[in-house]
Each structure stands twice: as C-alpha cells, then as structure tokens.
C-alpha cells in the first residue's frame, strides 16, 4: 500500500479470497483491505499511539442515521462520560479533500455533536475544533492528544 503521512505502525495481513485483508484492532477482525481502509486503519494506530487515546474508545465504522439516511462514520472516539470527542473522516490517498469533504463530515456531526473533527486522505490532514456557540470551526495545526 501507498506510503501515508503517519508514523511507521505495525499491521497483521493475510490474504483471503484473492483480496488481501488487514486486521483491525478495533473491530477484532480481518478486513479487506482498500485504500480507504489503509487510511482508517493508520488514524486508529495514530490516535492509539502518537495522541493516547485508549482503544476502548474507539469505534470505527458504525451505523448514523443523518436527515433519516443511512451512513457510516469512519471513526470516532468518545470521553470517558459517553460524549463524543472526535470524529474522524477518511478518505484515499487518491481523494483530494475538498469542501464537499468537510460538508459530508458537517452533516454527520449535527447527529453526533462532537468537540473536534479529523479529516484525512492519508496524505493531507485536517483538524478542527468546533465552536457551537459562535457557529464556527476552528482549525488547529494538530490533533490535541488525550490528557
């Protein structure tokens, strides 16, 4: 897979039904293994190692109903209390991340309502955190690590 821009991390592989799968650690199981997945599965490894943020609050590919449709996040990662702290959105190194991008992510968080938002394509990252009061973003240099 494409060199991204996160720290070296250790991955499981195997191959299965001509497709080579990764494991996720999140989810507990082998998964195919797309460009987006190697994007998703590098953030997990980011979040875990370089921010701290401990696996038991990670959730990666769920179920949202956003405007009564059907979608699914990449992933999140929730406070000790339940609330949501982060959501993060993937895309291939091949997508460049656009406005439309952000507005996808946007309408997710209407529902899920969190303090900071990640988007990346592996290559380029983007990082905000939202201001409910005033209506705004506001873009940050790097994620804030667990504290």
């Not at 293994?33 to 994007?39: F, G, I, T």
């Not at 956003?66 to 993060?88: C, E, F, M, Q, T």
């Not at 991008?101 to 309502?113: E, H, P, V």
């Amino acid at each position: 897979m494409q060199k991204l821009n996160f720290s070296k991390y250790s991955f499981r592989f195997k191959s299965s039904e001509n497709n080579i799968q990764i494991f996720d650690e999140i989810r507990k199981k082998f998964v195919v293994l797309q460009p987006e997945e190697w994007v998703r599965q590098n953030v997990v490894q980011f979040l875990i190692h370089e921010k701290k943020y401990p696996k038991q609050y990670i959730n990666v590919e769920k179920l949202l109903k956003v405007n009564g449709l059907n979608k699914r996040y990449d992933a999140l990662v929730y406070h000790p209390d339940g609330s949501i702290n982060i959501v993060v959105e993937c895309k291939a190194p091949s997508v460049k991340i656009t406005q439309a991008t952000f507005d996808q992510i946007a309408r997710y968080n209407l529902t899920l309502k969190a303090d900071l938002l990640m988007v990346t394509n592996g290559l380029r990252h983007y990082f905000c955190r939202l201001d409910y009061k005033n209506e705004r973003y506001i873009f940050l240099n790097e994620l804030p690590p667990n504290n």
